[in-house]
């Protein structure tokens, strides 16, 4: 990559004064950010070492300017990680989800991760970055033919089973007893709460389509009852929720609590309901990768109120993330 002409088009870089380069300038962002230095002890540090020249307030200035230069920077390094497209009808598993980050003071969140796992590649092989307004969904992350995307609730939206199915993927994703309106293959609607009532102590599978239309996806309906402590566990909570705000347990939402409710666009051929299952189960990976991020790498831990200083820093953190993933994995003969 060349890290002078990045700067250059990202307008990062246009005036070397106080910074002699773009390296120089990538430097700074991550002493400012997985550093943990502030904005003036950096700057010290700097005019110290010979890293740049600059005030504080010129530091500051240099860092809200470079943003788009340090995602410029992430996506060069992810696209080395994501590597080519499967070949030859074989399927690569990923993990697709987001994660929140709050700014300090702030009474919510202020930023939203979208990010993609890959289990073969044991690391992160797509992010972006954006203001919480911005939902979750498939389109903020890379998908390719091959790719059989593993999401959970928050993704149960028809618009994103299609836009697998316009990238050529597959997808598993988890369902809520009220997220979809669920068809049967003669258009009719399916009473997805009969189905769990009569599924008992079985795993049960139905073909569906996902809305009503042109637009509908035909999906693998796959209905999993759940041990008998984790249902109790599941109901528990949702009367604790209910309970606070005043309202009466659904039965609905009790009965489906005790079933793992999902659907995939696999064919039978390629997995039966067993290991949709068992596929879906490896979505933890990418939950504990966001923990090891959050905590170890300090991602949660945003000092930069202003939203041009916070996205740097943000940024600065992936890029550091990446490059311990990546060298690890050169590193270990396989993964931890």
Request: hydrophobic residues 45%; charged residues 25%; contains cysteine.
């Amino acid at each position: 990559m060349d890290l002078e002409a990045s700067a250059r088009s990202h307008r990062a870089l246009l005036r070397k004064r106080g910074v002699r380069s773009a390296a120089d300038l990538l430097h700074l962002a991550l002493l400012y950010g997985p550093g943990g230095m502030s904005l003036r002890a950096l700057a010290s540090y700097a005019t110290e070492t010979g890293i740049a020249d600059l005030c504080d307030v010129s530091l500051l200035d240099r860092l809200r300017n470079a943003p788009d230069f340090l995602n410029d920077v992430l996506q060069h390094l992810l696209a080395e990680r994501l590597g080519t497209a499967p070949q030859g009808g074989e399927l690569r598993l990923c993990m697709v989800d987001g994660s929140t980050i709050s700014a300090p003071g702030s009474a919510g969140c202020d930023w939203r991760l979208h990010a993609r796992y890959e289990s073969a590649r044991d690391g992160f092989t797509d992010f972006d970055l954006t203001p919480i307004r911005d939902a979750e969904a498939l389109n903020r992350v890379i998908l390719r033919p091959g790719d059989v995307a593993l999401c959970d609730r928050g993704f149960a939206r028809l618009r994103n089973f299609a836009d697998a199915q316009a990238n050529q993927a597959d997808f598993i994703t988890r369902i809520g007893w009220c997220s979809l309106r669920l068809f049967n293959l003669a258009g009719e609607r399916f009473n997805l709460l009969a189905a769990l009532a009569e599924a008992g102590q079985r795993v049960v599978e139905h073909r569906v389509r996902i809305g009503s239309g042109t637009a509908a996806v035909q999906a693998r309906l796959i209905l999993a009852p759940k041990p008998a402590d984790a249902t109790a566990r599941q109901q528990n909570r949702a009367q604790r929720r209910a309970n606070r705000s005043g309202n009466k347990t659904d039965p609905r939402t009790l009965l489906a609590a005790g079933f793992m409710m999902l659907v995939t666009s696999l064919p039978a051929a390629r997995a039966n309901a067993e290991q949709v299952l068992a596929l879906y189960r490896m979505r933890w990976q990418i939950e504990l990768a966001f923990k090891r991020l959050k905590s170890l790498g300090r991602f949660a831990e945003l000092r930069a109120d202003d939203a041009k200083l916070a996205r740097a820093w943000l940024l600065a953190h992936l890029i550091a993330a990446v490059l311990i993933e990546t060298s690890l994995g050169e590193d270990l003969d396989s993964p931890p």
